[in-house]
């Protein structure tokens, strides 16, 4: 059974720093890319970062550049999301998605929520 759950958002004061972890079963997780999407309220969902099978190359969306690290630990089976300077237009959902270039499977996690706010 493919699970993919995300942990470790909260509540958060702007500046602020938060790690999110995204725990994968029941799939090759190191064959693999991965990547954090984002929705807020009345937003569509928009990809945050991703990260390719060995943990480079990666990429950020121009709105968390320089701000946020993706990266992953292949023998836990495990991505994580540093967030770091964190503003209120970060708030939303954060979402674990898993994609096979192959054979095109895709699988997502249920979402953890983030909220930036004083």
């Known amino acids: 059974q493919v699970q993919l759950v995300e942990s470790g958002g909260g509540l958060v004061q702007p500046g602020g720093s938060l790690r999110l972890s995204c725990a994968a079963s029941?799939?090759?997780?190191?064959?693999?890319?991965m990547k954090w999407y984002r929705q807020a309220p009345g937003n569509e969902r928009e990809l945050v970062a991703t990260i390719t099978t060995f943990g480079t190359p990666t990429y950020y969306a121009d709105s968390v550049k320089g701000r946020f690290t993706i990266s992953r630990e292949n023998a836990k089976n495990t991505m994580y999301l540093q967030m770091s300077s964190l503003k209120p237009e970060d708030t939303a959902v954060y979402y674990c998605?898993?994609?096979?270039?192959?054979?095109?499977?895709?699988?997502w996690g249920q979402g953890t929520q983030v909220t930036v706010s004083s």
């Open positions: 998605n898993a994609v096979h270039y192959a054979t095109f499977d895709n699988y």
């Open positions: 029941g799939f090759a997780f190191s064959s693999y890319t």
